[in-house]
């Protein structure tokens, strides 16, 4: 969906452009905002970003989470944000990339789309979590019986109109779970989820100009996974 950007996303890009451009002079760092302060929290390597999303989805899964005073850093997050991880996640009200991985206000930078997948607005999205906030990783988070996915497989299966708007998701999910729907099999409509993600995770890592630039230096990972609605857990798939 986003290989052809309409006139007003290449306006926002543009727009985004110059303020990375800001950026690099430092007038739009959040750092700024507190100078004199210890290292931010997203200060870190993506893969100890990755751990502590691991360790978090472990509580989780364990329903062991962790005790959270909602109040205490309010004050401080009003003046600035520093998320651990971006994560591109679907819309589906089983799925909270905060629970899902234990973690607090101000320590996830969340898109959500029904078929967690890369738009025009989402990369936009994106390129501001690693341009702007300086998150060293990025997640896109699947989950089983995924109904996007689902509905996606059973329109390749047997094309037939859909209602509404819903033609736009199967549109954008389709070139990433096409090759495995047809290839058929007993799994196909996991083996749809997990290829979906791992074609947005490849997207999301040669997305030019801001986050491919990151993934080349190192100072960004980009990462999939999938969560099982039954146990809780997030098996993780390709990075980049």
């Known amino acids: ?103 607090g206000p101000g320590d996830l930078f969340v898109v959500r ?30 989950h089983t019986e995924c109904g996007a996915v689902k509905a996606t497989v059973a329109e390749i299966e047997d094309p037939h109109p859909l209602p509404g708007h819903i033609w736009d998701i199967v549109d954008a999910v389709r070139p990433g779970v096409e090759s495995v729907v047809k290839a058929g099999g007993d799994q196909v409509i996991r083996n749809a989820i997990g290829a979906n993600v791992d074609y947005n995770v490849s997207r999301i890592a040669s997305a030019q100009p801001v986050i491919s630039e990151a993934v080349k230096h190192g100072s960004v990972k980009v990462v999939g996974g999938v969560y099982e609605l039954s146990t809780g857990k997030v098996a993780m798939r390709q990075s980049a």
């Open 1 to 103: 969906m986003c290989d052809h950007p309409s006139h007003s996303q290449q306006s926002r890009r543009q727009f985004l452009g110059a303020g990375l451009g800001l950026l690099a002079l430092g007038a739009l760092a959040p750092r700024h905002l507190l100078a004199d302060a210890a290292p931010t929290q997203n200060a870190i390597s993506p893969d100890t970003a990755l751990r502590r999303l691991l360790d978090g989805n472990a509580r989780y899964a364990g329903n062991n989470l962790d005790a959270k005073d909602f109040s205490a850093g309010r004050a401080t997050r009003v003046k600035a944000q520093y998320p651990i991880a971006a994560i591109l996640s679907c819309a589906d009200s089983r799925v909270a990339p905060e629970l899902v991985f234990d973690q």
């Open 113 to 142: 789309v029904a078929g967690n997948y890369l738009s025009g607005d989402s990369l936009a999205s994106l390129e501001y979590a690693v341009g702007v906030l300086k998150v060293p990783l990025i997640v896109v988070l699947g």
